[in-house]
């Protein structure tokens, strides 16, 4: 009953403010975390101009983003994502079917993942197999797949440190777990003779294979929160943490980045493309939403301008990694002519 | 059982068995005693501890440092707005050796790029001021602050600095000269949200707050009380009530993201309220609120003595002004006491505001209920995964504010009760 009472009172209250839904003027963002700090710093700059309201940036993951993003056009529907990914063909069909047509895609820069630990640790150089062999739950061993049997990073390769494997990483949740999934564990495991024969011959075997992350105490889920696992590892030397760059450049004073494939994880090189674990980040907008809701075309050129994205951009002092040269000026006139996104 | 009769468990025990007999139940008594304050111990100990982390670390973002340059209001950078460009040439005239294009950005680095709102603002108020030079105290950087602060190190060459060796060699030279000074920080009790930690103010999450509990408690109590009176004064007791008793209980222990899920899906979706306002918060807030005001006030009423309703009765009182003027009066400190609880669980909740759009970035000072607004908890989340450092000593200083909000409710809720309890 009370619950009749309440949704009787809300009907009041709509009915008392109809209309304050239909006229919006301010641009609403939805979307990954991974891109939001950086799409908030210019919807800050954005509004400090005082010409358009500040945007409204909601962090909801980039599932979560595309979701809300291709539930419809109109005022009740935002106007940009965020994502850490590329759109997926199904997520364009979903638009396509509630009538999100033409949507513009950005490519914002690049975003590194790192793997890092304290300071007073020794500096580590792996190779991605290393990874995989110390983090997946299954190893190939004498032509078959058995249970990870690892538990040094000795075991592994005489020249790794002799201790205790520990990684503390994002749960399956995450946008960055996916990402380090596809960029470590999906092209390590393709250096594997008996992986790659089951990926000609089973894929579904070989993606759960890859995918799947040992749960025997060796990866430990840290929660979304990166600043926790900082933490964690300022505390406990003997531990690696998996998470964005922007974390380790933040606590260059705490931290160190392990090398990857012989490359470490510095801005220069991430920005060279010469780090193997870095993705790209995007963000879309609603063509249609485009002379509706004020303001878009112009955040869309702040974003696009040198002082955000460039190479000494204020997006770089917050951690992102810009294009080349070439690569900005290609995106920019892509968006700022809004060409609409084709699907192949 | 004849054993059991006074007289033969008198014969079957000898005096002395009794006097030990007793003495283990003193120590039992003592036992329990000592358990029991040592949990209150324990429990306070935790709190202690819990008290003094989030002070020991929030506290110095009370303090904000700032840095006094010497701005020449010229004519030509106030009319084209660009206060920017006037604090940076103060700052290279402050420092004329610096003078190649790599040099001269890490030198502005020193400054937040927020530095320039203090000088439209005093030249809004004073607007005689251009064409003159005054010393104005400057917001600084947050990498600065933390130095200052002693949270990230000034050791020139230690490798991993925020702050390059020349950056640390101003810094000690503008502090020798007595132009570096802490000071009280109104940017964070005075602002909005910001991706600047030296500008990020909790201001726009305690209005969010405000506006949303202020919905809450206009919904819910009025529909709580009312709901309790029925089902406790005239509701027939039978399976129907006995069905909505059981439900009002159970959704008290729902878990609070569903009570989101119900709001996105009726107020968003169907009743097409605005996303991310207040209003929408408080109504879903509102939903969690309603079974522990529901469950308090039925045991407030419960605990009127039946002897008043039937003294009343007796003089020929109508039963609702049986309950209007003598059961609900008597049970209404009860009831507020149950409200403010109610309350403050729901001034702690994100996870419900997550599927509303409340967990967002958002600059702008809430003007209605109506304008998109975040709340303390969420502003507590935000900041706590946002990864510069000196987000850390602010995350500690909105969770200070939240139990601030929440201790002024609960004092209010003890200061309601004093005024209204009367025991008979």
Not at chain 2, 282 to 307: E, F, Y
Not at chain 2, 368 to 393: C, G, I, K
């Amino acid at each position: 009953m009370s619950k009749k009472l309440a949704v009787a009172a809300a009907a009041l209250a709509t009915v008392a403010f109809a209309g304050a839904a239909q006229a919006r003027d301010q641009i609403r963002i939805v979307g990954s975390s991974t891109v939001y700090p950086f799409t908030t710093a210019v919807a800050e700059q954005f509004g400090k101009t005082g010409k358009f309201k500040t945007p409204v940036v909601e962090s909801t993951g980039t599932g979560g983003g595309f979701k809300l993003f291709c539930a419809g056009i109109g005022p009740d529907h935002p106007d940009l994502t965020n994502a850490s990914r590329a759109i997926k063909k199904s997520e364009v069909e979903t638009c396509g079917k509630n009538g999100v047509a033409d949507i513009v895609e950005m490519k914002v820069g690049y975003d590194g993942i790192v793997l890092a630990a304290s300071k007073k640790a020794k500096h580590m150089d792996v190779t991605r197999a290393q990874l995989f062999l110390a983090l997946a739950k299954e190893v190939p061993q004498g032509g078959k797949l058995v249970p990870n049997p690892y538990t040094a990073w000795n075991q592994i390769d005489p020249k790794l440190p002799a201790q205790k494997i520990e990684v503390l990483g994002p749960p399956p949740t995450s946008g960055t777990r996916d990402a380090f999934i596809e960029l470590v564990m999906e092209v390590a495991a393709e250096s594997f003779p008996e992986l790659k024969d089951l990926k000609k011959t089973d894929e579904k075997a070989f993606k759960k294979a890859y995918a799947s992350i040992r749960e025997d105490g060796g990866y430990v889920e840290a929660g979304e929160n990166d600043n926790l696992i900082v933490q964690k590892l300022d505390a406990n030397p003997n531990a690696f943490g998996i998470f964005g760059y922007s974390f380790l450049d933040q606590n260059a004073d705490k931290l160190q980045g392990s090398m990857v494939d012989g490359v470490a994880p510095t801005f220069d090189a991430i920005a060279a493309g010469k780090y193997p674990v870095s993705r790209p980040l995007f963000v879309y907008a609603k063509k249609a939403h485009v002379g509706q809701i004020p303001g878009i075309k112009e955040y869309l050129a702040e974003y696009t301008s040198e002082k955000a994205w460039g190479k000494t951009g204020y997006l770089a002092d917050k951690g992102l990694i810009p294009m080349p040269d070439a690569e900005r000026k290609e995106w920019a006139a892509r968006v700022n002519g809004l060409e609409a996104l084709k699907m192949q | 059982m004849t054993d059991n009769s006074p007289t033969a468990a008198a014969a079957h025990r000898p005096s002395l068995d009794a006097a030990a007999h007793v003495r283990r139940r003193y120590a039992a008594e003592r036992r329990f005693k000592a358990i029991g304050l040592g949990a209150i111990f324990l429990a306070l100990g935790f709190l202690a501890i819990l008290l003094w982390t989030i002070v020991s670390n929030g506290l110095s973002a009370f303090m904000q440092t700032y840095i006094r340059v010497d701005v020449r209001f010229d004519a030509e950078s106030v009319a084209g707005e660009d206060y920017q460009g006037a604090i940076k040439s103060a700052l290279y005239a402050r420092f004329p050796a610096v003078e190649s294009r790599g040099e001269r950005r890490e030198l502005a680095a020193l400054l937040s790029s927020g530095a320039d709102t203090a000088l439209r603002r005093m030249l809004t108020a004073d607007p005689s001021l251009v064409g003159t030079t005054k010393p104005v105290w400057l917001v600084a950087s947050d990498d600065v602050d933390m130095a200052i602060k002693g949270h990230i190190s000034r050791q020139p060459g230690a490798s991993g600095n925020r702050l390059t060796d020349r950056q640390l060699g101003w810094l000690g030279e503008l502090e020798a000269a007595g132009t570096v000074e802490k000071r009280f920080n109104t940017i964070l009790l005075s602002s909005g949200d910001s991706r600047e930690p030296e500008l990020a103010g909790l201001w726009g999450a305690v209005v969010g707050s405000v506006f949303s509990l202020v919905i809450t408690l206009i919904v819910s109590f009025p529909l709580g009380v009312a709901t309790a009176v029925y089902l406790e004064e005239f509701a027939p007791k039978n399976r129907w009530t006995a069905l909505i008793e059981v439900n009002i209980n159970n959704l008290a222990a729902v878990p609070s993201v569903v009570f989101g899920l119900l709001g996105l899906a009726i107020f968003l979706n169907f009743l097409g309220m605005p996303r991310s306002a207040p209003l929408v918060g408080g109504l879903v807030l509102a939903l969690i609120c309603l079974p522990t005001i529901i469950i308090a006030g039925r045991a407030a009423l419960k605990a009127v003595p039946p002897s008043i309703r039937e003294a009343a009765l007796g003089l020929g009182a109508s039963r609702l002004q049986v309950v209007n003027d003598h059961v609900l009066p008597l049970a209404m400190p009860g009831i507020m006491t149950g409200t403010i609880l109610g309350m403050a669980h729901a001034l702690g909740e994100t996870a419900p505001l997550l599927m509303i759009g409340m967990v967002a970035f958002i600059v702008d000072i809430p003007a209605s209920p109506l304008d998109p607004s975040a709340v303390l908890p969420v502003q507590v989340y935000l900041w706590a995964d946002s990864p510069e450092r000196a987000f850390v000593e602010r995350t500690s200083a909105a969770i200070m504010a939240l139990l601030l909000f929440l201790g002024a409710m609960n004092l209010a809720a003890i200061l309601l009760r004093k005024k209204f309890e009367r025991r008979w």
